[in-house]
């Protein structure tokens, strides 16, 4: 019963308009503020959402999702995932919300820099926190579903790993749940004016008109592969930011390269839904649904 509670404290929340309250679920552990990666002094620092074992969650090791927050890359912070995190933790999925780089700190590839020294950081830390280094994945909305794309699709493009920590060890992903992400920067790039065309501009340093290969380098749809891990898209089809558009058109090439890739429309919704009632208990259920379907497999 106390596995659906999550559920119903989300349905209770919509009816009142309200998000549904964060409270831990027992039998969650939260690590707080971890070390993954350091440049000089500045510390990058992550939350570990861990199962305790037992029947409904195993013994481990744990398969892990990276969570990674949004804000047109400029705001945000770790806890955006929280709920997400300790809800999927219930099923015996360990969550990693993570803090990076934002844009008014560094500019790109600061950002995926981090990204990718976290997952990193999961595989030489497996052993330690007993979690699965063959079954990582990652989930993130807008901003952080961009840097999620790129997770999926760019773990063979040494260029993108960076400095951080952990050198040698892959920044590999099989899954990725990507909230309406920002996976088409260059069509951004061409409606100069548009509030998304200016916090991708502002991300990477440089306008799309100053240089095109780099807005075309930081686009994940541009590296689609059969190498790619498998995806599930989760897109408002009222959404006024990142247009709905981008997630059918990279799950379209996706598919042509031979990769699994679902998607979750959410009609009438805009940007952001997924942490608004209705569609809080809707996305996390399809999430784990998917998470937990790939991390099954051989």
């Known amino acids: 019963m106390r596995y659906l509670l999550p559920f119903l ?46 029947p409904k969650t195993g013994n481990g090791p744990f398969p892990v999702v990276i969570y990674i927050h949004g ?10 995932f929280a709920r997400q995190a300790a809800h999927m933790a219930t099923k015996g999925v360990v969550g990693a919300c993570i803090e990076y780089r934002l844009s008014g700190e ?10 990718k020294a976290a997952v990193r950081w999961v595989r030489a830390n497996a052993s330690k926190y007993n979690l699965d280094p063959e079954r990582i994945g990652a989930a993130g909305g807008s901003a952080g579903g961009h840097l999620v794309a790129l997770l999926g699709t760019t773990h063979h493009r040494a260029e993108m790993e960076g400095p951080g920590g952990n050198p040698g060890k892959s920044s590999r992903v099989i899954a990725v749940a990507a909230f309406n992400p920002a996976v088409d920067l260059v069509s951004l790039g061409k409606k100069p004016g548009t509030n998304a065309n200016t916090s991708v501009a502002k991300f990477l340093g440089k306008t799309y008109a100053q240089d095109m290969s780099l807005w075309e380098l930081a686009t994940p749809i541009t590296h689609v592969s059969k190498r790619s891990a498998s995806f599930l898209f989760l897109h408002g089809a009222s959404d006024a930011t990142v247009p709905y558009r981008q997630s059918l058109d990279m799950q379209a090439k996706l598919k042509e390269a031979g990769v699994r890739a679902e998607l979750f429309t959410a009609e009438g919704a805009g940007h952001g839904f997924f942490n608004r009632p209705p569609w809080f208990a809707p996305t996390q259920q399809r999430m784990e649904e998917f998470f937990l379907r790939v991390f099954s497999r051989p």
């Open 106 to 115: 560094a500019k790109w590839p600061a950002a995926i820099y981090d990204s």
């Open 9 to 54: 404290f989300a349905a209770m929340a919509a009816a009142q308009g309200q998000d549904p309250p964060f409270r831990l679920p027992e039998g969650v552990e939260k690590i707080s503020d971890l070390v993954y990666a350091a440049y000089g002094g500045r510390q990058m620092h992550l939350d570990l959402y861990i199962p305790k074992t037992g």
């Open 71 to 80: 804000g047109a890359w400029k705001n945000g912070n770790k806890n955006a």
